[in-house]
């Protein structure tokens, strides 16, 4: 019998993702057999036009069992999105659109960079939050101008890391019906089969966070059981639904059903074999039948009417509702509200002295009220981090009685490396989302997986992260950071703010909330900090700037955050000896780092010897001075201002280490460390 | 109805958590106050000597839920370990016994730190596969040698957060029958009723993982059916238990069932009416009734003649099995095997390149048939990651067939967090293991959280962290590490070694296998390494060292792994221009900042340029160079090659920098950037 355009489809797919495989002698071939027909079928209920890819109302697919790409690349090729069968031919190579995993940034049709496992299907929970508080905010009786879904393939990979069972847990709470997750359960991982590590009932567990679970059995031929499955999916209401896909790894290959055919190409034979199974000819590569183009035109052409009925839609929106009309318009155009940051709270050197993080609240709750794109939620800290603009709703399912989906304010439970992995799936959806999260900036680290990824994927999150050094207190070492400034600031595409009062504070959100292109961390202090004065939300736009001029300083220092004020005081000590001490407030590295050189020279010129003061890990800081004071061990549990004293982070500790700084650099020439010997090599 | 002894207990233990937060005025009163039955009754059934806390066969008691530490400080207290109501008036304060979450080096008793939250269960999934393996190997026919259990509390925040999911699963899968933990069921966390974000169903969750669920419905005040619950528990075979415990956070004050109770002192009156409420004077403070105390001595007695009862059986033990008995003492002194290091592998320039990945498996392979307590495995990657010894056995329940619970290879399937803090629990468990995981270098951070605690609680745990850099080539940015080594770097007491050959690599592992109180990251490659003409074991034990020494260098390169041996060839290449060039090869900075500073200065000299050279962020190399080339933003997929040439990490582009690096410095007189202005004052 000869196949069915469906089975010659999924063979294509097939054999498009091995050869893709084969060409690079490197990737992942197993994934993409099991999956293809799930793929296929899936893809055939999807709402997507790939010649105009950021639809806003498609369907959202995410590959959480990333190093499956070649199965998605192979249907994006089938799709005819702006890539090729020359682009699979380069999989795997530099430069190419085809990378070893897939990247939202290299790709048109990618939604999300994965890879990193148990990522993918946390962001499609994001998505799903994102698409849930746009329609509930902005559809109108028969005007559904958003009813997209989202589809996300998974694997046990996915399923074992604990990301994803903080993102599915709180799915269920959250009543997802809009997304539809796919298990590929091939009982195969990395070390063979999952017999060995991973025999919990994976049905069980997420019935118990309150998903639909569905069945398909055979999953490598039965695509109208899989079709079936999806629309019975679609129908579930008030759950997040999981498709248990029954799959063989590497189906049809040789080496099906072992881990063997999960990461190293398949052998010339067994390609030859299995494209005659598929009734090709056995020397074919990068084969695609006419019919199958054919069938997949027809698909597009489908799809396109689907977009043109919905252009049509909300056309018809903007004229009935031009007010929300007008919103949704700008929010698509990716442009901020007219005048967004003009009355941004500002101070002066009278007002009195708040902790930063209590700033932050000031500032969201004004950003709550003028972008109505802002969405946000802390890790069950939302009392600590006063991330909760006081105007807010609860973003809950209606039935709930705690909130509605139209709320901007989301409890992520203690959750924080799901919280990072949410945001990531928020900001992607579209819509011009701005996001935040807030928790300790310690436990930022938990989520440092997702926060890697909003810096490479180019997501524009942002970590409310307060209680940001022993200035927290008595909860002691474990909760007190001492690398993460280090750590986040080795991060490419990363803004870390640490702020040092109400300006600065500001100045931080602003930067953060245009900076659509790169997450920023807010490291906020849980104590009192005063008003600065020469503070000014123009100049900590800078980065870094002068917090405290000197005429012909004897000593710079560098500093940030709550170590500022304790700076200035040090100065306002050794001027009474007539000792001269500059104070720059080093506010974001990532932003300082992007000023010209000559504004930066100007602040750490040659010829002074320059310390650096902040009460966390020295690391990193010589690239701004010639001698460092912070903590390079961990904390301690007690009262602040006792550990502030004990580490001597006093106006005498400082000053003790300026004149001491002073005395060793005293006859000896210093260069400043912002010179490069190969500026223009980098 | 006069209160019963146990009764009474508990309202003392209660009694001494809400005033020692009260004398804080700091802490949480809400968790100790609901769980107070709970832990007087499991103590009660516990084995343990407070004059010798660190006994072998003690049970273990784990307080995941760290914030309620002033419970286990009052039990600690009542039971006479060295710890009395003084340190209990000193809760929170700097220097005091009593820290705001508990800290295993500061207070006798407390067997792990905790704190953040999830980590705690972790730690005893770790244990209980530890005490499993232990007693697999060492118990006889009527020698039950070790035979201990691991207790765990945990709240709400723990069941959360991912890393207890994933070591959880794992422990359904390892059916360790040796836990119990006690979930604290007050449906509130500190946003609120977890109503709000946290509906999932527990124990059906914990029933899909292979768990046995038992439930108490009035934990506040039913002690008997706790005490009958752990009963039953202990009998449960081929399952860890989890007990669910209905409690009321913060039982019997004013507040309770609110949040209010969670995390702030009680008001005066509150307390008053809660001492009433027990009989209690209502201005007593730290109260302690006689019988009480008797009756707490008495428990202590009697543990004390199980201890003196295992001390006689495992002497006896010692006589009949004289072999395991030596080993077991040995294990139990913290010894190591004699001449455990004599036959490590070592390397001439003659030998072959090879993969210190590779390398690694040679020195596993070595070290698993010389020190019996090594016990590792990896996060699904045992085969990228080559950590599997070739001798060994799985560590499995014998009924899967897979292995046995003698077996020294841990499956973690794909859970780098889990498998970090149960390598905590490992390592605190005692006898002397010593433990590594394997996994991707980029995905340690996913373990970050648990990374942490092993260095402020000096765990010396290993990770195995292949594929460094994007020498690992086409799985891409994703997979790549760049800002990892600076974040390690950044932690105090943590080893990050990057060997370039395999002396380093045998160096690495005798300092990590030794390094016994702190942990340690092995960076390796994927790719091959020349072995070098000038490295030794014995030179790399010292974290830095003249690995191509030069007469009067006109530069100083210093580097790490894969690069040395380029920066090594750059300096062939210039030395045909006639530049001398030396290469320093940073092996750990951790251990080479403990060098003496004329080691270091004679390394790094003031008068020579210095360039630094890692294919991953710069940040932090400025403190052993004046110029730093590196990899400030992410890697790219392709060919391992056809990076290393893009991004110039080859001996020309090496070159190109370090010519411009001598000219530029050309007539500056350069400091070494080792000085410091003050060190005696860090």
Known sequence: ????????????????????????????????????????????????????????????????????????????????????????????????????????????????????????????????????????????????ISDSKVFCFLGDGCLMEGVSSEASSLAGHLQLDNLIAFWDDNRISIDGDTACAFTENVPERYKAYGWHILEVQDANTDIQAISDAVDEALKIKNKPVLIRLVTTIGYGSLAQGTHGVHGAPLKADDLKQLKRSWGFDENSNFYIPNEVSDYFAEKVESNKKEQQAWEKLFSEYKEKYPKEGAEVQRRLEGKFPEGWKDNIPSFTAKDKAIATRKLSEGVLDYLYGVIPELIGGSADLTGSNLTRPEASTDFQPPSTGLGNYSGRYIRYGVREHGMGAIMNGIDTFGAHYRTYGGTFLNFVSYAAGALRLSALSHQGVIWVATHDSIGLGEDGPTHQPIETLAHFRAIPNLSVWRPADGNEVSAAYIAAIEGTDHPSVLALTRQNLPQLEHSSIENALKGGYSIWPAEKPDLIIVSSGSEVSTSIDAAKLLAEKKVSVAVVSIVDFFTFDKQPLEYRLKLLPDGVPILSVEVLSTFGWSKYSHEQFGLNRFGASGKAADLFKFFEFTPEGIAKRAEKTIEFYKGKKVLSPLHSAFEELK
Chains 1, 2 share one sequence.
């Open 1 to 144: 019998m000869a196949p069915s355009i469906d089975e010659l489809s999924v063979s294509t797919i097939r054999g498009l993702s091995v050869d893709a495989v084969n060409a690079a002698q490197s990737g992942h071939p197993g994934a993409p057999l099991g999956l293809a027909p799930a793929a296929h079928a899936v893809w055939r209920k999807m709402r997507f036009n790939p010649s105009d890819p950021k639809w806003f109302n498609r369907d959202r697919f995410v590959l959480s069992n990333g190093h499956a790409c070649a199965l998605l690349y192979s249907l994006l090729v089938l799709y005819k999105y702006e890539l090729t069968v020359e682009d699979l031919k380069q999989f795997r190579q530099l430069h190419s659109k085809t990378p070893g995993h897939p990247e939202r940034l290299d790709t048109p049709g990618v939604e999300v960079t994965t890879g990193p496992l148990g990522q993918g299907i946390s962001n499609a929970v994001g998505m799903a939050i994102a698409q849930k508080q746009f329609a509930a905010t902005y559809n109108k009786p028969d005007f559904p």
